[in-house]
């Protein structure tokens, strides 16, 4: 059985940007239903003993909503931090090469979530092909996992995760959102895609968040 990832923080640090009703709601329930439906759809199916990756790369339908909201939501959460934290050199140098400075990453990066259309998520991604950095939107439950891209930073732009605390402003959400971005787990994460690829999506999956190792 796959387990709730635990919280990596108190959900009462982090003020003004999200309450800790929103914990309870998004990750105590949104959160943990994905995490209960996933369990129950691999029942009896060939996935039954599948680590997430696999079952993310290799079902579709009502199971890879689930799955893929399983990660999108472990990695989102891992990506906001109460505490201020600095980008490493590296990671540094890719956003400047990339997009000319923080300032115009952020610039483009809010923009994308802002007018992404409906429910869905802004991602960070490392092309493994080019390793050049891309800002990518997807849908629902979509995850640039399948299109052999690696995750750095995504944000949840469903309104479930600012509704409570900002209501319908997905703007104010994500200046606060910016202002929490965990840099240290963003550089991490950069400096693993470099160096092992799509690998380092496995490793996330199976050796960093350890509740998702947990198989029956
Ligand atoms: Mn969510």
Redesign the pocket.
Known sequence: MFELRKLPYDKNSMGDFLSPTTFEY?YGK??QTYVNNLNNLIKGTEFENADLYEIITKSNGGLFNNAA?VYN?DF?WDCITPKATNRSADLDSAINAEFGSLDAFKEKFLSLATTLFGSGWCWLVLDPANKKLEIIQTSNAATPITQNKVPLLVV?V?E??YYVDHKNARPAYLEKFFNHINWEFVSEAYSYAIKEGINSIKHYINVYVPEMNKRA
Do not use: C, N, V
């Open positions: 998004h949104h959160h909201q939501h989102y949840d469903w479930h995760a």
